[in-house]
Every structure is written in C-alpha cells, then in structure tokens.
C-alpha cells in the first residue's frame, strides 16, 4: 500500500499571505490608540483678558491750574500806586524830543542822560484815559546827576489841559507851574526858589485839585496857586511829554519811587 503523497500547501499559504496582506493594515489601523490632546497646565492655558484698567492720574498728568490774576499795579494801604517797579521801564517810553539822551534802567533807577540838544525824558505810554485828570497826586524821587538846569521837569494832566512842575531851572534852583496864562514858570507867581544839590536825591510830591496845583519838596511847600479860570497850559518845548513825563535840561537826571494815586475826599 503506497503512503499517501503529501498534500502540496504553497498554493494555500500564498493566498493566505495575500489575504493577510490585504486585511492587515485595516486592522492594525483599527488597533491604533487614538491621539488624546495633552491636558492644558496652568502654565499653557491662557489667562483671561481683563478690562484695561485707568492709570492713575500723575500731578504731571493733570491740567495746569491757571494762576490767579493779579492787578496790573499793587495799591498799598494808603491808595498809592506805583507806576516803576525798578527793573524795566515798564509803560515809559523815551520822550522823542529830537537829539535826546539815553534813557535807561539801573539799580532801580531810571537814568536820564544828558542831550545832546536840550531835553531828555520819559513819557507815559499807557492808555492816556487811565490817568486820572483832576483829584490826584504824584511822588517821585529825583536827583541832579550832572548839570546846572532843571532835572525834574513834570508835566502832568489838569482837566482837558496840562501843566508842568518844574524843579531847579533858570540857572539851577527855580520852582514853579509852567505855564499859566502863557506864563512859565520863571514869570508867574509860583515862581520860588530852592537850593539844589547835584548827586542828592529829593522827595517831591505834586497835588492837583480843580481850583489849586501844590507842590512839596522834602516835605516843604514850595507851590500853592489857585488856578480860577486861568488858562493852563506847557511850553511847547515839553509838548511831547504830555500826558504824563518828566524831562531833564542839559542835564543828567536819575528817578525813582514813582507813585500816583486818586484823591477821593
């Protein structure tokens, strides 16, 4: 009896092969594990947005406050005002006489050079309707630098007109109203005289009320006229002070203390 001839298999197991070939990869796709995102940490999760929050108001940040407005001269106690605050010229001008001297500031005094004509001055510059034009006084200080003429010539309001007081003219000592009645002072009844120093300062002091002009220097009457209806008027060399200056006559003058204020009784 002959054993029977072994069954031939490769035909078999090369079909199997293909069939596991072909099932393999979608059944190896179906056991892989599926991708599990990572857990967010507290490092990696994103913070919440906050509203933004107002920075706090720094003193730079805030708005400049507006200081307090002052008036444009101080009033002292007894109603003066000063009209030079030692530094600038502030509302004088050099007067334009023609060949005028320098006009200048220094250690609080204004210098009034000598001309190289006749007149040197300061004139006011401010409103003219500021002045007051009846019922008020004027003080100064004022000094003959250099010269031999008058070193303060003060021309100053009276109602619609002006007048000037003059002090150390005519030779160095005259004091007096120019002009009445087309009268200087030289002329005139106020005419007087006063012994002036040169390198010394003076106090002078001019009242002007509706029916008299007076004048003080160092506290001594030197001026007491009643002006009626007289006509009042300035030479017409000071023309150009009007309507407040004060002017020097081939002489070096020095000013200072310059004061107004308004009568009220």
Request: aromatic fraction near 8%; hydrophobic fraction near 40%.
């Amino acid at each position: 009896m002959k054993s029977p001839s072994p069954v031939n298999l490769r035909p078999v197991l090369w079909v199997l092969a293909a069939a596991l070939a072909v099932a393999a990869p979608a059944f190896l796709a179906g056991c892989e594990p599926k991708a599990v995102p990572p857990a967010e940490t507290p490092a990696e999760k994103a913070p919440a947005e906050k509203p933004a929050e107002k920075p706090a108001e720094t003193p730079a940040e805030k708005p400049a406050e507006k200081p307090a407005e002052t008036p444009a001269a101080a009033m002292d106690a007894d109603g003066w005002e000063s009209l030079f605050d030692g530094k600038t010229l502030g509302q004088w001008k050099s007067t334009e006489f023609g060949g005028e001297g320098k006009v200048h500031v220094k250690d609080g005094q204004i210098i009034l050079e000598m001309a190289n004509a006749d007149l040197t001055g300061i004139t006011w510059a401010g409103k003219p309707e500021d002045l007051p034009k009846i019922d008020y006084e004027i003080s100064l200080e004022a000094m003959r630098v250099e010269g031999f003429d008058f070193f303060c010539g003060l021309t100053f309001p009276y109602k619609d007109s002006h007048a000037s007081l003059i002090c150390g003219g005519w030779g160095g000592g005259l004091v007096g109203i120019s002009s009445f009645n087309d009268m200087d002072a030289s002329q005139n009844e106020t005419s007087s005289y006063y012994q002036f120093e040169n390198g010394k300062w003076y106090k002078i002091l001019l009242q002007v009320r509706e029916k008299t002009i007076k004048a003080w220097v160092d506290g001594k009457q030197v001026v007491d006229a009643e002006v009626r209806d007289r006509k009042v008027g300035v030479r017409i060399e000071v023309d150009a002070s009007r309507p407040l200056g004060i002017a020097t006559w081939h002489t070096k003058g020095a000013l200072r203390n310059l004061r107004i204020r308004r009568l009220l009784d």
